[in-house]
């Protein structure tokens, strides 16, 4: 059985910004061709972009040239908070300080909306656990 291990941050001065990386805002419709491309190295299930809630935000992405290197998307799951989620680096493109740069902006975002910024993550998962506590969130209990 997995775990999973739950992080969240709840204001703008809990959170470490990093900067180094320009995050590009995505939008599913318009540029689900980039987005698709990206996640067919991960999975070959299609992407359907009316089934993610519009209303809560973009994803974003950090793009080389004119691919995704790295990817993360919100969702909604709990009242008052905004999941970061669907978070992916193409393998040679890690250990770049990509998926730090992506969640400390969507994180910003989120927190700027006054709600809190939370993440989920397989226990497993040691670089995305330390990304999330390098931007200054907290593991809580789910």
């Not at 969240?8 to 001065?13: A, G, N, Q, T």
């Not at 996640?39 to 299930?45: L, M, N, W």
């Not at 730090?100 to 969507?106: G, H, N, T, V, Y």
Request: a negative charge.
């Amino acid at each position: 059985m997995r775990k999973y291990v739950y992080y969240r941050i709840d204001s703008l001065e809990e959170l470490k910004r990093y900067t180094a990386c320009a995050v590009c805002d995505l939008d599913w419709h318009k540029d689900l061709a980039i987005i698709q491309k990206f996640y067919s190295r991960f999975t070959d299930e299609a992407i359907n972009p009316d089934e993610f809630d519009q209303g809560i935000g973009n994803p974003q992405a950090i793009i080389i040239g004119d691919e995704i290197v790295s990817f993360a998307a919100p969702f909604s799951f709990r009242e008052g908070e905004t999941e970061i989620g669907a978070v992916a680096t193409i393998p040679d493109q890690r250990n770049k300080g990509y998926c730090k740069a992506l969640i400390s902006e969507m994180a910003f975002r989120i927190l700027d909306q006054g709600k809190a910024a939370t993440l989920t993550t397989d226990q497993n998962n040691y670089p995305m656990r330390a990304a999330a506590k390098a931007i200054g969130m907290r593991q809580r209990d789910s």
